[in-house]
């Protein structure tokens, strides 16, 4: 048997030697590597895929930008179609009253017509352009088929499909929607939206131009009949 003494020494807590002490830092280096770790933390933070809350928020927020692009071309051809009535007053005035350019006493007759003519071609070329620009587009591309071309979408926030539910059977779709299907369904409203300010745009550019040509017309033949005027003048 183990003798009392070697039952001791056995149970007998053995020393540890210390840890060894970290190296001390200076305040620079412990700024320095607080900051690291804050870049680490962003950047981890900034590669992360979104979560489904998060990812909703987004594209909500991407539809409402292509709201704000749609309003902001009507604006803008609202804008043009009040220049073109500025110029159409201007150029009725002319017309019906030659005299207020000094152009009463030159046989512009014929000059006229023309000039009219042209001027009428460009004006409903501009008219059939903030039409295009204006009119409403179907919540569907053409040629897709109707509610989009994803088939798990849910069709809650598709309008067409809305309004071919009973109101019992929407709103039971609204109760059993998952993520997956709202981010679907937002995904064909932002892409259509996006079709729908492309088409919006290039009227908008088409609609600028032909303004550019009624101003440079209007323009033209106000200063024509300046010098005409002038010229008379001189030659009297």
């Given at each position: 048997m183990r003798?009392?003494?070697?039952?001791?020494?056995?149970?007998?807590?053995?020393?540890?030697?210390?840890?060894p002490?970290?190296?001390c830092?200076?305040p620079?280096q412990?700024?320095?590597r607080r900051?690291?770790?804050?870049v680490?933390k962003?950047?981890?933070?900034?590669?992360?895929?979104?979560?489904p809350?998060e990812?909703?928020?987004?594209?909500?927020?991407?539809f409402e930008?292509?709201?704000?692009?749609?309003e902001?071309?009507d604006?803008?051809v609202?804008?043009?179609?009040?220049?073109?009535a500025?110029?159409?007053?201007?150029v009725?005035a002319?017309?019906?009253r030659?005299?207020?350019?000094?152009?009463?006493?030159?046989?512009?007759?014929?000059?006229?017509?023309a000039?009219?003519?042209?001027?009428?071609v460009?004006?409903?070329y501009?008219?059939l352009?903030?039409?295009?620009?204006l009119?409403?587009?179907?919540?569907?591309?053409?040629?897709?088929?109707r509610?989009g071309?994803?088939?798990?979408a849910?069709?809650?926030r598709h309008?067409e499909?809305?309004?071919?539910?009973?109101?019992d059977?929407?709103?039971?779709?609204?109760?059993?929607?998952?993520?997956?299907?709202l981010?679907?369904?937002l995904?064909?409203?932002?892409?259509?939206?996006?079709?729908?300010?492309?088409?919006?745009?290039?009227?908008?550019?088409r609609?600028?131009?032909?303004?550019?040509?009624?101003?440079?017309?209007?323009?033209?033949?106000?200063v024509?009949?300046?010098?005409s005027?002038?010229?008379?003048s001189?030659?009297?």
């Open positions: 003798s009392l003494e070697e039952v001791a020494l056995a149970f007998r807590p053995r020393l540890l030697s210390p840890p002490e970290p190296p830092e200076s620079e412990g700024l320095a900051q690291q770790r804050k680490a962003l950047l981890a933070e900034a590669s992360r895929p979104l979560d809350w990812r909703y928020r987004a594209q909500v927020d991407a930008q292509g709201i704000d692009l749609a902001m071309a604006r803008k609202r804008f043009a179609m009040v220049v073109m500025s110029l159409n007053i201007g009725f002319v017309t019906t030659p005299d207020l350019i000094g152009m009463g006493q030159l046989p512009l007759r014929g000059w006229l017509g000039y009219l003519l042209a001027y009428a460009v004006g409903v501009f008219f352009q903030a039409v295009d620009a009119r409403p587009r179907p919540a569907t591309a053409p040629g897709e088929p509610g071309a994803l088939p798990h849910s069709g809650l309008l499909r809305v309004v071919s539910q009973r109101l059977d929407y709103a039971e779709a609204w109760r059993e929607v998952r993520f997956d299907q981010h679907a369904e995904a064909l409203q932002n892409h259509r939206m996006a079709q729908v300010n492309e088409e919006k745009y290039r009227a908008l550019g609609l600028y131009g032909g303004l550019r040509v009624l101003a440079l017309l209007f323009g033209g033949f106000v024509f009949g300046g010098l005027s002038v010229l008379a001189f030659g009297g």
